[in-house]
């Protein structure tokens, strides 16, 4: 009874192939089924979040890149690391693109996952993927609990005399600990290297108070909007979602915790031209603006924001107002090893 | 060719077989090959060693999920059974027209897709649901926190199981003779005496198929704990999903499903030496 299924053998591949071919699928098409590398036609297969995340890039990059280049997009859901290094492993491609976040571009890079890109504007090219749009970890919580206001930082979301009630964060160590040490009072510039064993000991303290670790982003939506809990460190999207929505909830941009999105090639597509090509559309400003704009994010490619209304940016985290008050990632300073650390978490969170 | 299969055919038993080669080579490359190769990533990744089983058997966090994981399909299962034996007598002995609509209402629930229903749990259960709302209408002005807890997804996972020990228990009950209870009526057996000594030995095949079926459906749970649990009470299938999702452990994800593999046609050998596992499918 699980959701994930197992890699689909490739052998029914062709023939779905030919017939997707026969049918005319000029149109973006989700494709489940694995193809085997070898000489392609005009397509790129690209790897995607879906719903309403494969919607805005399929409006404002997708199509444009299509109508552009002639190249024709197929998309698989949902993105998956573990996918990405099966693919390379068994030859067997499935997709050509597909974002990473920060630790995961370090380790596909080392594991030797994608494709060598080169930087298509200043700062974009980051361990071999090209900077797209950030996201924020921020503070949201419910107005009908709190009416005079919410924690506006995470020793005050740690603080639970003042702010009582049930709460939930991610079960995402490399996002948490973070948020744990600046609970205790550590100073966002010398956040990094990560202090592990103080970030345990915060955590310690608000265990018993985390009613969910969420793991799904439409699940976190989901208890912020239904009052399941009264605060959640949340994606800056999803909890918009459950404002435009009309819950009574509110949200900081202090402390949030910012994220970047990279966009990557698989190693040893056949199609990496396409690949490198799309790449370097997708983080062009215009395309990247609609994007960002449409699926709540913010643009990386700095050219973007001339795009940008002020209205929507307000809603960014990179944007000039917003991105003083947060803090980035330093994966690459991170201080231990991740998945020792993820392993220690798990074994924590059981315990 | 043709000849080989006109003198295979002179020898009608082998007949049967000939037909199932299709299902053969279906399973063999869509279940065996990926399997053995899950064993072979088991004790190979990331080099070949015996370590990721080594992990797996003596890491604390690993015993601890496992037995979580036996407690949580042991306590399903009998959950199941509790609320689906008097079912299955109700159907039993009511008229054909009840008994439809109750095989109906229980089916249904099958017909739902899986999320849905976990989903529907947790409106029913959450903070701004009809229970909490009955709880406080109720006078109790602090009540219980119902979702995210054991209860809540042992709640779910009964729901999602009981049909199967519904079926198999009112299949088992629907075969038993009548004459034989009345003439165990006859002979002077009376109430719980009847029931203890004549009608629960006749359904016994019935519960240990039921309890089977969902003890071992239930061991791969994956969805249901994740969303609807306290994250304290992991099961496996969740965390060999983490392993391979966030930490590319495909060796240690393989090593645990290969315990829980084992593991679980352990069980079904158990059951095969008591029973017979032909009787699992009625």
């Known amino acids: ?351 | 060719m043709g000849a080989t299969i006109a003198k295979l055919a002179e020898r009608p038993n082998l007949w049967p077989w000939l037909l199932l080669t299709p299902l053969a080579i279906y399973l063999a490359i869509f279940f065996l090959v990926p399997l053995v190769n899950v064993a072979i990533m088991s004790v190979t990744e990331p080099r070949l060693t015996l370590a990721n089983y080594e992990r797996v058997l003596v890491g604390a966090l690993y015993q601890r999920v496992f037995l979580n994981t036996f407690l949580t399909a042991g306590l399903v299962t009998l959950a199941c059974l509790l609320v689906a034996y008097p079912l299955a007598y109700l159907m039993n002995h009511s008229s054909q027209r009840t008994a439809m609509m109750i095989l109906l209402l229980v089916t249904m629930s099958f017909w739902t897709s899986f999320l849905v229903r976990t989903y529907a749990w947790m409106v029913l259960l959450g903070n701004n649901g009809p229970i909490i709302a009955f709880i406080k209408a109720i006078g109790i002005e602090i009540p219980p926190q119902l979702l995210f807890t054991r209860f809540s997804s042992t709640l779910a996972m009964v729901h999602i199981l009981a049909p199967y020990m519904i079926m198999n228990i009112y299949s088992v009950m629907r075969k038993i003779d009548p004459v034989l209870i009345r003439s165990a009526e006859s002979l002077g057996a009376r109430g719980f005496a009847l029931f203890r000594h004549v009608y629960l030995p006749l359904t016994a095949p019935g519960i240990a198929n039921g309890c089977v079926l969902v003890f071992v459906i239930c061991l791969g749970f994956y969805v249901t704990p994740v969303l609807l649990g306290s994250p304290r009470e992991q099961m496996i299938a969740g965390l060999i999903g983490t392993q391979i999702e966030e930490f590319l452990a495909f060796g240690m994800g393989s090593a645990m499903a290969m315990v829980l593999l084992a593991v679980t046609l352990a069980i079904l050998a158990i059951y095969h030496r008591r029973f017979g596992l032909d009787k699992l499918w009625g």
Do not use: C
């Open chain 1, 1 to 351: 009874m699980t959701v994930r299924r197992n890699r689909a053998p490739f052998l029914l591949a062709p023939s779905r192939r030919s017939f997707l071919k026969a049918s005319g699928a000029a149109v973006t098409t989700t494709l489940a089924m694995p193809y085997i590398a070898q000489a392609q036609e005009n397509v790129l297969y690209i790897n995607t979040w879906g719903g309403p995340w494969e919607e805005a890039a399929k409006q404002y990059i997708f199509d444009p890149f299509t109508t552009e280049t002639g190249i024709e997009i197929r998309t698989v859901s949902p993105v998956s690391f573990a996918k990405l290094a099966q693919q390379v492993r068994t030859g067997t491609y499935e997709f050509d693109v597909t974002t990473l976040g920060a630790g995961e571009l370090i380790r596909a890079e080392q594991a030797g996952l994608i494709e060598e890109l080169e930087a298509p504007f200043d700062g974009g090219l980051f361990h071999n993927g090209i900077a797209s749009h950030a996201f924020a970890t921020v503070i949201a919580w419910r107005t009908d609990k709190f009416s005079d206001g919410g924690p506006q930082n995470w020793a005050e979301f740690w603080d639970v005399e003042r702010f009582p009630g049930p709460r939930s964060l991610q079960r995402y160590p490399a996002r948490v600990l973070p948020l744990a040490l600046l609970a205790d009072g550590v100073a966002p510039e010398d956040l990094y290297p990560l202090d592990i064993d103080r970030a345990f000991a915060s955590l310690d303290r608000i265990k018993d108070h985390v009613l969910v670790w969420w793991t799904a982003g439409a699940q976190s939506t989901q208890i912020l909007r239904d009052g399941e809990v009264d605060l959640i460190g949340i994606w800056h999207g999803r909890y918009f979602e459950a404002e435009d929505a009309g819950a009574p909830v509110a949200m900081t941009w202090n402390q949030g915790e910012i994220e970047r999105a990279y966009w990557v090639v698989a190693k040893g597509t056949p199609n990496a031209e396409n690949a490198r090509k799309f790449v370097e559309f997708a983080t062009s400003p215009e395309p990247l603006a609609g994007f960002v704009t449409q699926a709540d994010y913010g643009p990386l490619n700095l050219a973007a924001n001339e795009f940008i209304s002020t209205e929507d940016a307000a809603r960014m985290p990179t944007s000039p107002d917003n991105y003083p008050l947060t803090f980035e990632q330093e994966i690459d300073n991170f201080g231990a090893d991740i998945e020792e650390v993820a392993q220690r978490f798990e074994e924590w969170l059981a315990s």
